[in-house]
């Protein structure tokens, strides 16, 4: 018999992950209003704002995921979704962009923490032949997430920006005392040694340099010292990062994961689809808000209507094929994104024509993502054990984090190189190329075949 706690658990730790991925797409929206407050048109300067979270976010999933996996999911859903909140209230204090930069880098310190142990705690309890079900549930929140975020944030903007991050408070204090109430706590190897943090701060500044590179280039010139020792710094903390990794004996990301063919090519696909998307997404902003003059509700609310085809696609898809392969269904949701990116750069103009020359694009590009993001994370995630599901979905999720920080460098890098309008078309078509490879990664996956459990797991109440 299901119990008051078992039925109330997957809603709280559904919940958690929603409210990680909202707070992203409010963040879009307030773009605009930020740069008007702090009183900044440099656009490479703003663009941190974005990626601080993204850069922290991606590198700290996986060290997140394996300390969750060692020490208790439980505990640290509790203590990323605090760290989350009070991170959220600063960042509406902050009295600067630099400010707001390091706000937004400890809120992803929470976000990191609990995202993994959210998805673990889910995977832990249902049975191994619903997991990629709830994964794909569990995706499907940041779809929900899309569709929603922006158009709460075009509201709370109209009040000032400042709610877009305040918003969280009162959710984040019900997610915490959900999850004390009704969340029971999930252990796996206990005693085994503590992940190697130093590695994640060498992936950190990898990513944070190889960003630093592609978004300053065009101010500091792709040819001045700056650049280059960026470049060169991120390929030589990477570089250690590898050989490290293969040498730790508790590595930041076990080489025996990458191992299983579906997940790694799982995280291929997700890198390179989510870079996409992220670049989409955030030229369509900028778009309608720069081109069209379209305030912050308007923009959020027509933003929308694309995401909301998300959850509608994936459940429709896996009713009328049941059992399609996941590659070809990724494959065909990024071609479809990818068209859909063509059809921008084609028809959008700078006479504001929404039904017309975006929407039919725009719910092209929501299917697309309905079919492709789903099962991304059910491929990468349901062919693990229960004890390596924290750190499975660490590793997808810091996968989906870099897409989204390389996706917003090389878009910032093509409108600081060419300028508005040409550059969103230019920004499109890259879009459009970028499907094509994460289309030929999916079509690399092989069938996930279920892997024995490493270490059995320990539930307490």
Same mark, same amino acid.
């Given at each position: 018999?299901?119990?008051?706690?078992?039925?109330?658990a997957?809603?709280?730790?559904?919940?958690a992950a929603?409210?990680?991925?909202?707070?992203?797409?409010i963040v879009?929206?307030?773009?605009?209003?930020?740069?008007?407050?702090?009183?900044?048109?440099?656009?490479?300067?703003l663009?941190?704002?974005?990626?601080?979270?993204?850069?922290?976010?991606?590198?700290?999933l996986?060290p $997140?995921?394996?300390l969750?996996?060692?020490y208790g999911q439980?505990?640290?859903?509790v203590?990323?979704?605090?760290?989350f909140?009070v991170?959220?209230?600063a960042c509406?204090?902050?009295?600067?962009?630099?400010?707001?930069?390091?706000?937004?880098?400890?809120?992803?310190v929470?976000a990191?923490? $609990?995202?993994?142990?959210?998805?673990g705690?889910?995977?832990?309890s249902?049975? /191994?032949?619903?997991r990629?079900?709830a994964?794909r549930?569990?995706?499907l929140?940041?779809?929900? %997430?899309?569709?929603?975020?922006p158009a709460?944030?075009?509201g709370?903007v109209?009040?000032?920006?400042?709610?877009?991050?305040?918003?969280?408070?009162p959710?984040?204090v019900?997610l915490?005392?959900?999850t004390?109430?009704?969340?029971?706590?999930v252990?796996?190897?206990?005693g085994?040694?503590?992940?190697?943090?130093?590695?994640?701060?060498l992936?950190a500044?990898?990513?944070?340099?190889l960003?630093l590179?592609l978004?300053?280039?065009?101010d500091?010139s792709?040819?001045?010292?700056?650049?280059?020792?960026a470049?060169?710094a991120?390929v030589? %903390?990477l570089?250690?990062?590898?050989?490290?990794?293969?040498?730790?004996?508790? /590595?930041?990301?076990?080489?025996?994961?990458?191992?299983?063919?579906?997940?790694?090519?799982a995280?291929a696909a $997700?890198?390179?689809?989510?870079?996409?998307?992220?670049?989409?997404l955030l030229?369509s902003?900028?778009w309608m808000?720069?081109?069209?003059?379209?305030?912050a509700?308007?923009?959020?609310?027509?933003?929308?209507?694309? /995401?909301l085809?998300?959850?509608?696609?994936?459940?429709?898809a896996?009713?009328l094929?049941?059992?399609a392969?996941?590659?070809r269904?990724?494959?065909?949701?990024?071609i479809?994104?990818?068209?859909?990116?063509?059809?921008?750069?084609?028809a959008?103009?700078?006479?504001?024509?929404f039904?017309?020359a975006?929407?039919p694009?725009?719910?092209?590009?929501g299917?697309?993502?309905?079919?492709?993001?789903p099962?991304?994370?059910?491929?990468?995630t349901?062919?693990?054990?229960?004890?390596q599901?924290?750190?499975?979905?660490?590793v997808?999720?810091?996968?989906?984090q870099v897409?989204?920080v390389?996706?917003?460098?090389?878009?910032?890098?093509?409108?600081?190189?060419t300028?508005?309008?040409?550059?969103?078309?230019?920004?499109?078509?890259?879009?459009?190329?970028a499907?094509?490879? %994460?289309?030929?990664?999916?079509?690399r996956?092989d069938h996930?075949?279920a892997?024995?459990?490493?270490? /059995?797991?320990?539930a307490?109440?």
């Amino acid at each position: 018999m299901v119990t008051h706690s078992q039925r109330r658990a997957p809603v709280v730790l559904v919940g958690a992950a929603f409210l990680a991925g909202v707070d992203l797409f409010i963040v879009n929206v307030a773009f605009d209003q930020i740069a008007a407050d702090f009183a900044s048109t440099d656009l490479q300067q703003l663009s941190w704002v974005l990626n601080a979270y993204a850069v922290v976010f991606a590198a700290l999933l996986v060290p $997140m995921g394996r300390l969750a996996d060692r020490y208790g999911q439980k505990a640290w859903l509790v203590g990323g979704l605090t760290t989350f909140v009070v991170a959220s209230v600063a960042c509406g204090l902050a009295p600067g962009v630099w400010w707001l930069v390091a706000f937004r880098a400890l809120q992803a310190v929470g976000a990191a923490a $609990m995202t993994p142990a959210s998805l673990g705690l889910l995977l832990a309890s249902v049975e /191994p032949d619903r997991r990629a079900a709830a994964a794909r549930g569990w995706a499907l929140t940041g779809a929900v %997430a899309a569709a929603v975020g922006p158009a709460i944030g075009g509201g709370l903007v109209q009040i000032s920006w400042q709610w877009a991050f305040w918003i969280n408070l009162p959710a984040g204090v019900l997610l915490v005392a959900g999850t004390i109430r009704y969340v029971p706590d999930v252990r796996h190897g206990r005693g085994t040694p503590v992940p190697d943090l130093l590695g994640a701060v060498l992936l950190a500044a990898g990513i944070g340099a190889l960003v630093l590179g592609l978004v300053q280039g065009p101010d500091w010139s792709w040819g001045s010292g700056r650049t280059i020792a960026a470049f060169a710094a991120s390929v030589l %903390a990477l570089a250690l990062f590898a050989r490290r990794n293969l040498r730790h004996p508790s /590595p930041v990301i076990a080489p025996d994961l990458v191992s299983v063919s579906g997940f790694r090519w799982a995280n291929a696909a $997700m890198l390179v689809f989510n870079g996409g998307f992220a670049a989409s997404l955030l030229a369509s902003i900028l778009w309608m808000q720069q081109v069209w003059g379209y305030d912050a509700l308007r923009t959020g609310l027509a933003v929308a209507i694309g /995401p909301l085809f998300v959850p509608l696609t994936s459940t429709l898809a896996h009713r009328l094929a049941p059992r399609a392969r996941p590659g070809r269904m990724i494959a065909l949701g990024s071609i479809l994104f990818g068209a859909a990116a063509l059809w921008q750069a084609a028809a959008l103009g700078p006479d504001p024509a929404f039904a017309t020359a975006f929407l039919p694009a725009w719910v092209l590009g929501g299917i697309g993502v309905g079919l492709a993001v789903p099962n991304l994370l059910a491929a990468g995630t349901s062919s693990l054990p229960p004890a390596q599901a924290a750190t499975g979905g660490g590793v997808v999720s810091m996968a989906r984090q870099v897409g989204f920080v390389l996706g917003i460098a090389v878009l910032v890098t093509v409108l600081s190189d060419t300028g508005s309008p040409a550059g969103f078309t230019d920004a499109w078509r890259l879009v459009a190329a970028a499907m094509v490879l %994460a289309a030929a990664a999916a079509l690399r996956m092989d069938h996930v075949t279920a892997r024995p459990a490493v270490a /059995p797991a320990t539930a307490t109440a």
